[in-house]
């Protein structure tokens, strides 16, 4: 029926009667208990699904040649077109599933497959002194020079790059193991007071090709330590060409003044050399500035040496003592004087990391305007595995 048929007035008035009948039912429902269609709605229903934890897999990390060698590949699921030599160590900053992309000794990149090399995930570094606990604690080690970059000779022939690795060899041994050090006279023996490190990386390691002779570009050396998530990297060489004689030992720690610490790690290691090498009489060379030193572009400002420029990490370059001097060199041909070195390298280390004294003769950084001599990476080869 049309209401409108009914006159002008009277839709208004059935529209009024229709909204109160329905206000009275529905409060007369409310008092009844009766339920009205919306009422009955409580609103959507929802499922509880299961919580899913996502695992993040670290992205970086140490990837170590094997025993028997590695196929290393131009991409994953792509063909493999060098067979590398077992014991190298190879950082990677990514991976792609379990693809890992790794940098050579000769500073390229390539993939290996993670279930083909034993994979070491990237260190989170804790804080520095007395709380920090040495049984966790990532220390790259980097044995200067190698193969047909052989650093300094002496004048009897002695090689830098084979004195080099020895000494550093002997600081993983003394890392790896738990001792008691007298700290008045330095003595170290084995004991428990400072625990074995929890890791120790050789860049150069004597398990690798030509037992640890062989090139490593400088671009993989302090990849290593960023994949590795150093506490510490220090880079063990011996110097050449001194300016002038000296009353003591001219020992030269270089530190990276982009990496903060590193002037404290540098101070405490000289430190500890000038200890180690007193108890050893020799005619000293030296340059015209010794102890804790930063070398710096003149150009950019930035750390001199390539190595100290790349750090993330506290990072120095140690130079021992002057190998081109035969009184030196003759010292560096010795055990004795090896051990001392390894041993002020290791005490060294072992307080920049467990307390919060800063050591000697940290000088400022300095402009350098001549040629540090470094080899060329131009023809590095990667050793094949036999």
């Known amino acids: 029926m049309n209401l409108q048929i009914l006159g002008r007035g009277r839709p208004i008035v059935v529209a009024l009667v229709v909204a109160a ?20 709605y409580a609103g959507p229903t929802f499922t509880t699904a299961p919580v899913v934890t996502k695992v993040e897999v670290p992205q970086a990390g140490l990837a170590t040649v094997p025993v028997g060698g590695v196929d290393l590949w131009s991409g994953p699921d792509r063909d493999p077109y060098f067979r590398l030599h077992e014991g190298v160590v190879l950082p990677f900053l990514h991976r792609n599933g379990d693809w890992l992309l790794v940098t050579t000794m ?22 520095l002194g007395s709380s920090f606990d040495i049984s966790e ?16 000779v002496g004048p009897s022939g002695l090689s830098e790059k084979e004195v080099n690795l020895d000494i550093a060899v002997r600081v993983r041994d ?16 084995l004991g428990s007071e400072v625990a074995a490190f929890g890791s120790v990386v050789l860049t150069r390691d004597i398990v690798g090709p030509n037992d640890g002779d062989f090139e490593a570009g400088l671009g993989y050396r302090a990849t290593v330590g960023i994949a590795a998530g150093a506490d510490a990297f220090v880079s063990i060489h011996n110097n050449t060409v001194p300016r002038k004689a000296s009353d003591i030992p001219g020992s030269e720690v270089y530190y990276s003044t982009g990496a903060e ?5 540098a101070g405490l290691i000289y430190e500890e050399l000038l ?5 050893f009489d020799a005619d000293w ?85 001549y040629d540090a001599g470094t080899v060329s990476g131009n023809g590095c080869g990667l050793a094949a595995q036999p």
């Open 21 to 40: 009948a329905i206000a009275m039912f529905a409060i007369a429902a409310s008092l009844l208990g009766v339920r009205t269609a919306q009422a009955e």
């Open 106 to 127: 000769c500073n390229e990149t390539a993939w290996v497959d993670a279930a083909d090399v034993e994979v070491q995930l990237q260190n989170q570094p804790q804080d």
């Open 174 to 189: 003394l890392m790896g193991t738990a001792h008691d050090v007298d700290w008045d006279s330095g003595a170290i023996s």
């Open 137 to 152: 604690a990532m220390i790259v080690l980097d044995p200067g020079h190698g193969d047909r970059d052989w650093g300094g």
């Open 285 to 369: 060379r030296g340059g015209e500035l010794l102890g804790a030193r930063a070398r710096l572009d003149p150009e950019t400002d930035d750390d001199y040496y390539g190595l100290l420029r790349r750090a993330t990490m506290p990072a120095v370059i140690v130079e021992g003592v002057y190998i081109s001097e035969p009184d030196e060199e003759a010292l560096l041909a010795t055990e004795d004087f090896r051990e001392a070195y390894a041993e002020a390298v290791y005490r060294g280390v072992v307080r920049f990391l467990s307390t919060a004294e800063s050591g000697a003769d940290v000088n400022s950084p300095e402009y350098f305007h």
């Open 261 to 265: 610490g590193s002037d404290r790690l």
């Open 275 to 279: 200890r180690s090498f007193a108890e």
